[in-house]
């Protein structure tokens, strides 16, 4: 019997509902939806246990620290912290990483609930609207969740129905790619049919009619559906006002935490000072403490650090810079630059999540008020800017959408200057194409999306090896593109390992 993966995968279960005050049935029955869950409250709780999954530090310090090192934007600061760090930085991991162990189960965990949820969903006394909105939230979530498994993994187990038995659970084995693909489609559609056009109280850690319309749009640009791409990113576009997005006028305020929930930019975001449950799942932060200058601050770490280069290279003039870096650092009143030998690390950091961490709670400085943000509404405008480029060329919807990144990038909260210019009429497809993928890295440049655009553009070789590179690996395409299938999952599974591994 696979034992060890029965724990991974059902006891999301347990651990997805245990704290739901609304739930207070015996944990064995939640292996049985269709005889537990008496009401719309009830499939709620289990929809915000699959939610919750996100927001624990196995997700933050292990999974979201995991593609942010992968990147060529961040590399390892102090390399006195965890081996497992360093070998996803330096490409040198094995399957017995931590980092990715961490991922993996917490990621099945939520889809765990989220099937017990969908399943909980169509057996309840509801009117078809309320079923088909519960549903809906645990589809968003679930495809979601394996959109971020089948891109860092490549093949998995695809898992749509409650686990309750071992002969189920022995049945599984690793789906390809396009099937995955096609269930992640299937239940973004459904959510955005059935959800709603926002949240109450605007709360964004929650899947809306728009977020899974953008993730819906991602899916596409990932697999070169570029026409679909456009229909949705237009579409998003159009009802941005219904969604309740528009682009924030001050780049820095999307990184203040003092201003967290009050932005129309944030399309999903992650907040660990969440409701969704309580108890363990409401987490300690962690990219204050491991993007924060050690040798300044208690419980910095210095961990995550900007590649050197990229500081060095990128325009002054561009005001996401001045956001993006610190570069130095009061002491004792005397402001102090980074480069300084005195640090333990002497470089510049990342300052998005450390300059304005939000009242902080007393005595506990690492638990900061960010909603981190997973897709937000620049997104949007590049990955349609990217998707018309791609599919018709260079046309003015697709300058005007960049443009209008580039002109908040030119506002400084006081005034606005000339410098990134608009991009003007008459370049070619590739030029634009060079343009657009300069403009993710500087507008999402810390934010756990670059690993993913040089997974989706194939770059992986020209991005670490060529005299341009921005932090230097020697990398293997045929193994580099994907991460290892944990070891203690194909030990209890049989699973065949991805190459290399």
């Not at 630059?337 to 300052?351: D, E, M």
């Not at 999540?353 to 620049?378: I, K, M, N, T």
């Amino acid at each position: 019997m696979k034992i060890l993966s029965y724990k991974i995968l059902s006891i999301a279960l347990i651990l997805s509902m245990f704290n739901c005050n609304a739930l207070e049935e015996d944990p064995k029955g939640l292996l049985a939806p269709e005889g537990f869950f008496k009401s719309a409250a009830d499939v709620e709780a289990a929809i915000n246990g699959a939610y919750a999954e996100w927001v624990t530090t196995q997700v933050e310090k292990s999974y979201l620290l995991s593609v942010m090192l992968r990147s060529d934007m961040v590399e390892i600061g102090d390399r006195n912290t965890s081996s497992d760090r360093i070998a996803i930085n330096d490409f040198s991991m094995d399957a017995s990483n931590t980092l990715v162990r961490e991922g993996w189960i917490r990621m099945f965990q939520s889809i765990s609930a989220a099937n017990t949820a969908i399943k909980g969903a169509r057996a309840i006394d509801a009117s078809e609207d309320v079923k088909n909105n519960l549903e809906a939230k645990a589809r968003f979530i679930r495809g979601f969740t394996y959109f971020h498994l089948v891109r860092y993994f490549g093949p998995v187990p695809l898992i749509l129905e409650p686990i309750d038995n071992s002969e189920a659970l022995n049945s599984f084995t690793r789906s390809s790619e396009e099937e995955v693909y096609a269930e992640i489609i299937n239940d973004l559609k459904f959510a955005k049919e059935h959800l709603n056009d926002t949240n109450p109280n605007s709360t964004r850690n929650i899947g809306t009619k728009g977020s899974a319309s953008t993730v819906l749009l991602d899916v596409y640009l990932t697999l070169n559906q570029f026409e679909d791409a456009v229909k949705e990113g237009q579409e998003i576009i159009s009802n941005a006002s219904s969604y309740d997005f528009a682009l924030v006028a001050n780049y820095q305020d999307l990184f203040n935490a003092n201003l967290a929930g009050s932005l129309k930019e944030p399309i999903l975001t992650i907040d660990l000072k969440n409701d969704l449950n309580s108890g363990s799942y409401n987490q300690t932060d962690g990219m204050i403490n491991l993007t924060r200058v050690r040798d300044y601050a208690p419980r910095s770490l210095s961990v995550a650090v900007p590649s050197e280069k990229v500081y060095h290279e990128w325009d002054s003039r561009d005001y996401r810079k001045k956001v993006s870096f610190e570069d130095s650092v009061s002491i004792n009143g005397v402001q102090t630059s980074l480069f300084n030998t005195g640090f333990r690390v002497p470089r510049p950091h990342i300052a998005k999540y450390f300059r304005f961490p939000g009242p902080q709670e007393a005595g506990d400085d690492r638990a900061s008020d960010h909603h981190y943000s997973l897709y937000r509404y620049a997104d949007v405008l590049l990955m349609t800017a990217e998707a018309i480029n791609e599919s018709v060329g260079p046309t003015d919807q697709a300058l005007e959408l960049i443009n209008l990144v580039r002109k908040r990038a030119r506002f400084n909260g006081e005034f606005e200057s000339t410098f990134p210019e608009d991009v003007e009429a008459g370049i070619s497809q590739t030029e634009l194409r060079d343009i657009i993928r300069n403009e993710r890295r500087y507008e999402f440049a810390f934010e756990f999306k670059r690993w993913f655009d040089i997974k989706r553009w194939n770059i992986l070789e020209s991005t670490f090896t060529s005299e341009e590179s921005l932090e230097h690996h020697e990398v293997d395409p045929s193994r580099d593109y994907y991460f290892p299938i944990p070891q203690t999952e194909i030990d209890a599974t049989n699973f065949a390992q991805n190459y290399g591994y």
